[in-house]
């Protein structure tokens, strides 16, 4: 016997690996059907979408490699101890959670196990000091912002194709299949979001469906809806509603306004996002206020932040100010030090960490995250922070020579998920800061970068990953390196 590409293998799953898949460990030759030669040890590796450690499974081959395979679980003859059954209805379906059927302690612990794992494995690192996880606060519910589409094709349920009945499919509201770009899963609860929020999401399909207003087609780039997004304070009463279209229509867009209102007074502003680019994307090319100031306001810690429609701000406001803390601790700040926050965004972090700093320096690419970061600073009436534009894709260093910024003692780095350029990485070592802090949303570019950093002389001290974004396999990670 052979094994192809399609086979249904029988397999237990021992490990867990980074982006949740289960890991078993096989002889080539037993899951091939051939005789062994070389006893039963177990050296190849299959990792199964869809299963825990503990799993009993019947999985399906998706790719067959020399040293390893993939598959998909289909049937769970035997489950997991670590396994709990999901809250929503739609999970399974819906991409946004991948785990919310295992329970949460276990989800943080792997997530823990996961990043040791990339920074001895990949990394090559060992004597360095891993500190515990940091739970989310709260594992529902945790959301600040959602972002739901809107789409001219449905996509159906299991549930729905078996009742049997027409369907109306040229209309949906909610988050997109996984993989596939241009259908939408119609949902009407989330579980990540308030019940506010869930309450929103209904009354804007339930209006729009009631006006026959059509939906923006990826295809033909005809339709007005194409995305709605919400927004919520968790330390002041403000919510937002954001709803991006293809054109304007002050008239219904007041309507809808006036109508959701007044089912939902807890509203503080609604934005009209007028979005004319074929891209799918939940920003417009500009916006219009229709009710309120068109901001909300939110805290991190004892600061105040305004946020705007397409403002960045962490979206588990609760462990922000764990992650920031995290970072100022290993910063270990006195009032003395000069401080260069990159990647700063809408100065988050900046202002965060700057009553304990003597001067903070921030540069980002992003002009309009530099205007919001500018009101930021105002709002605190803090005097001691200075936003520069810079595209750290380039050297910055002539930005600090211009303007003749002193060198920094201390340098926090906040990239996006591809981590840092070879050039920013060099401009770094250049600086020659006696501490860096790498904050990091994906362990795996920061390990790459820490290791340049290593070769140029730093060491890496400790790190620890803060859970952001419970039911999914997303990890923040913070790391100390000293001179």
Known sequence: MNIKKGDIVELQIE?????GKGIAKV??????????ENGSEKNYVVFVQGSYPGDIV????????????EALAINIISHSKDRVKASCKFFGTCGGCKQQDLNYRSQFQYKQKQVEEIFNKLGGFNNFLVEPIIPSQNVFHYRNKMEFSFSDKKWLTKEEISKEVSLKKDFALGLHIPRIYDKVLDIDECFLQSETSNKILNLTRSFFKKQNTPV???KTHFGFLRNLVIRQSFYTNDLMINLVTSEENDKLLNEYSDKIRKEI????????????????VAIGDYEKVIYGSGFIYDAIGKFKFRISANSFFQTNTLQAEKLYQTALDYAELTGSEIVYDLYSGAGTIAIYVSDKAKQVYAFESVESAIEDAHVNAELNIISNVKFFNADLYKSFLHIVDENKIPKP???????????????????????SPERIIYVSCNPATQVR????????????????????F??????????LLVK
Do not use: C, Q, W
């Open 15 to 19: 490990k867990y690996a980074f982006e």
């Open 27 to 36: 002889s080539k030759n037993g899951l091939l059907g051939l005789n062994e």
């Open 58 to 69: 019947k999985a399906r081959l998706l790719k067959i490699k020399n040293s390893y395979a």
């Open 216 to 218: 923006y087609s990826t």
């Open 265 to 280: 007074p807890e509203i503080t502003t609604v934005i009209n996002n007028v979005n004319k680019k074929l891209a799918a």
């Open 409 to 431: 003692d201390v340098i926090i780095v906040d990239p996006p998920r591809s981590g840092m350029h070879p050039t920013t990485v060099n401009d770094v070592l250049t600086l």
């Open 449 to 468: 970068d820490i290791k340049l950093m290593t070769e140029a002389g730093y060491k890496l001290l400790k790190i620890r990953p803060v859970d952001m």
């Open 470 to 479: 419970p039911h999914t396999f997303h990890i923040e990670n913070v790391a």
